[in-house]
């Protein structure tokens, strides 16, 4: 529902969709010519669909609408990377942002405004919770970097080949909306995105992923970031909930589960001191010797009052060469959109948190600084690097 009282048309999934024009006594093919009008020619005026009656598109006018998320700015880093806020009914700003690279183009989408699960290394997590944005949310920013990209002008040219959820949040934390907003981005009446294109990242919430299989194909991608359960719950404290060897399991089984050979990718980042030691990445080869799997080394960014520095140049190369030894295929991501605080983990919006999280975290600011920095500020602070 909108605040106008109607049913958003934008988000609904396609088994949705026929289920509304079901309840107005429409044939289910409905549902298909309304997906192409709002996803492939980008049209949200229900006016203009006119390959429907007259006297249906009264009907939908009068029950539902299409109702996107306000898009309040944009920033285009020096490496072509471009930086979107976002904001969603709950007043809190999200960001989104599109990495352009020569052979595809990757949107990377927020699913949460802030995150619960407080890892001691993610700028979102220092933002505490505030709410998990809607399936109209989630794809109205995919929606939304189209049409910014020019994706509904040009008929031949797909700006965006792939989709990753590694933006602000934790999507299984927003199981159902992430569900929703993924089956649009693969619905061939839709964005059709291959599902290997699109990503799910999680820190390893071990129910969710478990129940994943009866709902989805995407690829998924793990944030581990330690080889031990000592080292990880002092780092991502959801690892005492649900440790290692449980999340290695669940994610085995939803990679057997799919109709395709696929592994899912390893996402380690490299924090100076705390985790990248030769003898963490031997652990770590040792750790994945039975799941095949892609290890992505990400290097730390930092954002303002981090605990936190990047590895050396030479830790990282002697860490990917002792994974490559043991048989790994191994990618360092590079960082993109550093200039405009929209690298990995440096994503905060501004997000009226409801965990008092950041109280500590404007306690530190006021403590290193002399200040405390309203939310604003923190975006500023981080865009400039300080
Ligand atoms: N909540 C999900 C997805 C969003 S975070 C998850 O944790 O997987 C997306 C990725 O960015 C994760 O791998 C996360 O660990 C990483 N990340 C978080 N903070 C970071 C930082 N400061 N520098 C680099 N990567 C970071
Ligand atoms: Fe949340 Fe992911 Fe950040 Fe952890 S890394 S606080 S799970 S967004």
């Not at 006016?47 to 006018?61: P, Q």
């Not at 949460?112 to 979102?124: E, M, R, V, Y």
């Not at 980042?269 to 990248?276: A, F, S, T, Y």
């Not at 929209?342 to 999280?357: E, H, I, W």
Request: glycine share 6%; aromatic share 8%; with cysteine.
């Amino acid at each position: 529902m909108t605040s106008s009282g109607k049913i958003n048309l934008l988000g609904l999934s396609r088994e949705k969709l026929k289920v509304l024009f079901a309840e107005l006594g429409e044939k289910p093919f409905r549902a298909d010519q309304v997906m192409k009008w709002i996803y492939q020619r980008g049209i949200v005026d229900i006016d203009l669909m006119t390959d429907i009656s007259k006297s249906l598109r009264e009907l939908l006018k009068e029950k539902t609408e299409i109702y996107l998320p306000n898009v309040l700015s944009e920033a285009t880093s020096v490496d072509g990377s471009q930086k979107w806020i976002v904001e969603v009914a709950s007043g809190s700003k999200i960001e989104m942002v599109f990495i352009p690279e020569s052979n595809r183009g990757t949107l990377c989408v927020s699913s949460q405004a802030g995150c619960s699960l407080d890892c001691s290394f993610c700028a979102t997590g220092k933002q505490g919770f505030n709410s998990n944005l809607s399936a109209a949310e989630i794809i109205g920013q995919v929606w939304w970097a189209n049409s910014r990209l020019g994706g509904y002008q040009k008929k031949l040219e797909r700006p965006i080949s792939n989709v990753v959820m590694m933006g602000m949040g934790e999507p299984l934390m927003n199981f159902e909306n992430v569900m929703d907003a993924v089956a649009i981005m693969m619905d061939d009446f839709a964005f059709g995105l291959s599902k290997r294109k699109v990503t799910i990242s999680t820190s390893g919430l071990v129910p969710a992923i478990d129940k994943l299989k009866d709902y989805t194909e995407a690829s998924l991608a793990v944030s581990l970031h330690a080889p031990n359960d000592e080292l990880r719950s002092q780092i991502m404290p959801i690892n005492k909930k649900y440790p290692i060897a449980e999340l290695l399991r669940s994610v085995q089984d939803y990679m057997a589960s799919l109709p395709d050979s696929r592994v899912p990718v390893i996402e380690y980042i490299l924090l100076r001191g705390i985790n990248d030691h030769r003898q963490h990445a031997r652990d770590l080869a040792k750790l994945l010797e039975n799941l095949p799997c892609k290890i992505n080394l990400i290097p730390f960014n930092s954002f303002a009052f981090s605990d936190y520095e990047a590895s050396t140049a030479t830790s990282v190369t002697k860490f990917r060469q002792i994974l490559q030894e043991a048989g790994y295929t191994v990618t360092i991501r590079t960082t993109r959109a550093d200039d405009i605080g929209a690298a990995c983990g440096q994503l905060v919006g501004d997000v009226a948190d409801q965990t008092y999280r950041s109280d500590r975290y404007n306690k530190k600011a006021k403590s290193k600084f002399g200040k405390i920095f309203n939310k604003t500020d923190n975006l500023a602070v981080m865009a400039d690097r300080v």
